[in-house]
């Protein structure tokens, strides 16, 4: 074989490793399935993800996990490579990018650290009067006993309960065993119109917000799928499809938060990597803000 023709041939080789896999090979990834039969926190996510690996020209299976899987189960099987999984979603954090490799585009554009409570119906006006971190400090949150919003939260100075089990987290709420529930603005929607008839309710009043970035994770030695996933990404933000999925999944929720009528209650996170891309605005949603003089009112 002369050296052009080989020359060729490596090239075409390398040109398939790093656009999808080899002819004929289809890759399997699998995610954790969700923890509940009505957990619909994943649905936006896996749709991203299809989205990337489809830009990426992978030939692939998605499929979850055969077991539910918490989030503190999966990064640990993640970590140790063991095949029950080969990515997940996550809040990062500095010791998650150590353990794991991060692929560092915002799932949610930082809507991860946009938070509104979850509160018992029969308290709607709980947190009616909280204008500061002060005034919030006087009650106690309810978070995952391993979420990293649990340390962000009582890094600044705001009592936290940690909670085992996602399930539980509803239930100890409406037993009292903590006052209000912080959630995402992309996942609270789903979740209160679940609970809505166990008497939870959504706050009308604040938002908390802290700096924090949600993203895919894989294992420090999977680089093929890490490129593969990132490269899906960069397309998807290059050609407008990673705008146009988020307004689709998350426009609804964005109007329903009305973020420009609640008071801001500003926290620092102590967990951010450095490596976070803060410098590209493209990646980060950034809402319009006034925050009220006084409380919001509920919308009528």
Not at 22 to 40: C, H, K, M, N
Not at 206 to 233: C, D, E, M
């Amino acid at each position: 074989m002369t050296r052009p023709i080989l020359f060729v041939l490596c090239f075409a080789f390398m040109c398939s490793i790093s656009n999808g896999v080899l002819a004929g090979e289809r890759y399997t990834v699998t995610y954790p399935r969700p923890d509940g039969d009505f957990d619909e926190r994943s649905r936006y996510s896996l749709k991203l993800l299809e989205l990337a690996l489809q830009k990426a020209g992978v030939d692939y299976t998605l499929q979850p996990s055969k077991l539910p899987m918490q989030q503190g189960r999966a990064l640990v099987m993640l970590e140790k490579g063991l095949g029950e999984v080969n990515i997940t979603w996550s809040m990062t954090s500095i010791e998650r990018e150590e353990r794991l490799l991060p692929i560092r585009i915002p799932i949610c554009r930082g809507l991860i650290g946009w938070r509104i409570a979850l509160i018992t119906a029969d308290q709607p006006d709980l947190l009616a009067a909280v204008r500061t971190r002060a005034d919030l400090a006087k009650l106690l949150a309810g978070q995952g006993h391993d979420w990293p919003d649990t340390t962000i939260l009582r890094a600044n100075r705001l009592p936290t309960l940690g909670v085992v089990g996602y399930q539980s987290l509803f239930k100890t709420l409406l037993a009292r065993r903590y006052d209000y529930f912080p959630r995402s603005v992309s996942e609270i929607w789903a979740e209160a119109s679940e609970q809505l008839s166990a008497g939870i309710m959504v706050d009308p009043y604040i938002a908390i917000h802290y700096p924090a970035a949600s993203y895919f994770f894989v294992n420090k030695q999977n680089l093929r799928l890490a490129n593969w996933v990132h490269t899906g990404l960069e397309r998807a933000l290059a050609d407008g499809s990673f705008e146009q999925l988020f307004q689709q999944e998350m426009r609804d929720s964005l109007i329903a938060a009305r973020l420009d009528k609640r008071v801001i209650i500003e926290l620092d996170n102590p967990l951010l990597p450095p490596a976070t891309p803060l410098n590209r605005r493209e990646l980060w949603y950034r809402p319009r803000l006034a925050a009220p003089s006084k409380p919001a009112h509920p919308p009528q």
